[in-house]
């Protein structure tokens, strides 16, 4: 994004990629006939920066159902909007999930937010979202049922302490637009965003090792001089390069993919664990959704786990299993596991107080510029952002020059 708008105005640039292809943790995997997101992602169609940078209609967006099925006490009750689906009125309506009080506040937080809009949001207090959802007064069996999953889900956060700011954020945009997979999978997204861009402005396996004003020097030893410099990285990276003191906090996902004949729900919902306990956070069927995500027919599943665990591959396979047994009966023994993501910096820790990523400086000292979730909100709608605004920093004080 920072790269498509320096080109924009005219001005010269290099990207000097670490990987083997571009995209950061949003790349997709062709493995078995299947397109494995790398942990299980999705695009949300009510971001602002996505609509004005990505070709939406290009990427060919499938939509999941707009809603949540919860699985609680055995079975799984569902939880839809009921102006884009109001034939499950009735039954979101008198779901055990929550009170009648609980989805009147839902509505009164939802055209709050509204009202606020993403500026509004990130200037409100902040404080953590456990806190927030008491102070609003939801009752206990809604928020260990709905909300704890589903912002696990979202922020990788079992115990919701992470800032209300996203969470009133990521609540309105949930329930603003639809959450999409493009059909070719979600790296279809950084791939589309470098159509355009020269291939002799990108060199891939360039990792920085230290920088400078005015210089990069990589891990080959090679040294790159130029007039300025932006840092695309994640968090942890970008403190490094930096030389910033103190680790930062990154949070951990486990992303497991079987496949089976027969997919255990029958609509492309999203199924959150409302029980409170277990391994397994949410489970995802792509292929419902997308059914470009399996060339052969059979149906793809993902399994999230979240926490700190043992990455022995065959004990979390065999417990996961287990669980997934328990929900949907003996027939899941027969699904085939096709990989299993560990990814160690899924995302950073996101307590309060966080600060509004639309007004985050971008300049961090005389030649050097940051963009990403660094001082930012971790996301495709504020990775957009920062690398553009990055970017126009960058032309504007070249133009003052």
Same mark, same amino acid.
């Given at each position: 994004?920072?790269?498509?708008?320096l080109m924009a105005?005219?001005?010269?640039?290099?990207?000097?990629?670490?990987?083997?292809?571009?995209?950061?943790?949003?790349?997709?995997?062709?493995?078995?006939?299947?397109?494995?997101?790398?942990?299980?992602?999705?695009?949300?169609?009510?971001?602002?920066?996505?609509?004005?940078?990505?070709n939406l209609k290009?990427?060919?967006?499938?939509?999941?159902?707009?809603?949540?099925?919860?699985?609680?006490?055995?079975?799984?009750?569902?939880?839809?909007?009921?102006?884009?689906?109001?034939?499950?009125?009735?039954?979101?309506?008198?779901?055990?999930?929550?009170?009648?009080?609980?989805? =009147? $506040? &839902?509505?009164?937080?939802?055209?709050?937010? /509204?009202? !606020?809009?993403?500026?509004?949001?990130?200037?409100? #207090?902040?404080?953590?979202?456990?806190?927030?959802?008491?102070?609003?007064?939801?009752?206990?069996?809604?928020?260990?049922?709905?909300?704890?999953?589903?912002?696990?889900?979202?922020?990788?956060?079992?115990?919701?302490?992470?800032?209300?700011?996203?969470?009133?954020?990521?609540?309105?945009?949930?329930?603003?637009?639809?959450?999409?997979?493009?059909?070719?999978?979600?790296?279809?997204?950084?791939?589309?965003?470098?159509?355009?861009?020269?291939?002799?402005?990108?060199?891939?396996?360039?990792?920085?090792?230290?920088?400078?004003?005015?210089?990069?020097?990589?891990?080959?030893?090679?040294?790159?001089?130029?007039?300025?410099?932006?840092?695309a990285a994640q968090?942890?990276?970008?403190?490094?390069? =930096? $030389? &910033?003191?103190?680790?930062?906090?990154?949070? /951990?996902? !486990?992303?497991?993919?079987?496949?089976?004949?027969? #997919?255990?729900?029958?609509?492309?919902?999203?199924?959150?664990?409302?029980?409170?306990?277990?391994?397994?956070?949410?489970?995802?069927?792509?292929?419902?959704?997308?059914?470009?995500?399996?060339?052969?027919?059979?149906?793809?599943?993902?399994?999230?786990?979240?926490?700190?665990?043992?990455?022995?591959?065959?004990?979390?396979?065999?417990?996961?299993?287990?669980?997934?047994?328990?929900?949907?009966?003996?027939?899941?023994?027969?699904?085939?596991?096709?990989?299993?993501?560990?990814?160690?910096?899924?995302?950073?820790?996101?307590?309060?107080?966080?600060?509004?990523?639309?007004?985050?400086?971008?300049?961090?000292?005389?030649?050097?510029?940051?963009?990403?979730?660094?001082?930012?909100?971790?996301?495709?709608?504020?990775?957009?952002?920062?690398?553009?605004?990055?970017?126009?920093?960058?032309?504007?004080?070249?133009?003052?020059?």
């Amino acid at each position: 994004a920072c790269a498509r708008t320096l080109m924009a105005s005219g001005m010269d640039f290099l990207i000097l990629e670490a990987g083997r292809k571009i995209g950061g943790r949003i790349q997709s995997d062709h493995v078995d006939g299947f397109i494995l997101d790398r942990g299980f992602q999705v695009l949300q169609t009510a971001y602002p920066e996505a609509r004005r940078q990505l070709n939406l209609k290009k990427l060919e967006l499938r939509p999941f159902s707009p809603g949540v099925a919860v699985r609680k006490n055995g079975k799984l009750y569902y939880l839809s909007d009921p102006v884009r689906r109001p034939k499950d009125f009735w039954g979101t309506l008198t779901s055990p999930i929550g009170t009648l009080k609980d989805r =009147l $506040k &839902i509505l009164q937080l939802f055209l709050e937010n /509204r009202i !606020k809009g993403s500026s509004g949001i990130f200037e409100s #207090p902040d404080i953590p979202a456990m806190e927030f959802l008491r102070s609003y007064r939801f009752s206990d069996r809604i928020i260990q049922s709905f909300f704890r999953p589903f912002f696990a889900g979202a922020c990788l956060d079992p115990e919701i302490r992470a800032s209300s700011r996203v969470f009133r954020y990521l609540f309105n945009i949930f329930a603003s637009g639809d959450a999409a997979l493009p059909a070719g999978g979600m790296g279809q997204i950084p791939a589309d965003l470098m159509e355009g861009i020269p291939q002799d402005t990108i060199q891939f396996g360039m990792k920085a090792e230290s920088i400078g004003q005015g210089r990069v020097i990589l891990t080959n030893g090679q040294e790159v001089r130029c007039k300025k410099i932006v840092i695309a990285a994640q968090g942890p990276e970008t403190q490094r390069l =930096l $030389k &910033i003191p103190g680790a930062s906090v990154s949070l /951990r996902e !486990k992303c497991l993919y079987f496949s089976a004949k027969t #997919p255990p729900v029958s609509e492309p919902f999203l199924i959150l664990n409302g029980q409170g306990k277990g391994l397994i956070n949410n489970i995802a069927i792509p292929t419902l959704a997308a059914p470009s995500y399996s060339s052969s027919g059979r149906h793809l599943i993902a399994v999230v786990v979240l926490g700190d665990l043992p990455d022995e591959e065959e004990g979390l396979e065999e417990s996961v299993r287990k669980e997934l047994a328990n929900w949907f009966g003996e027939s899941a023994q027969t699904w085939q596991h096709i990989k299993t993501y560990h990814i160690d910096h899924a995302l950073p820790d996101q307590s309060p107080p966080i600060s509004n990523p639309e007004k985050a400086e971008k300049k961090v000292s005389e030649g050097i510029y940051t963009c990403g979730e660094y001082q930012s909100v971790p996301g495709i709608q504020w990775s957009l952002l920062s690398g553009r605004l990055a970017a126009e920093q960058v032309i504007k004080e070249e133009k003052i020059s």
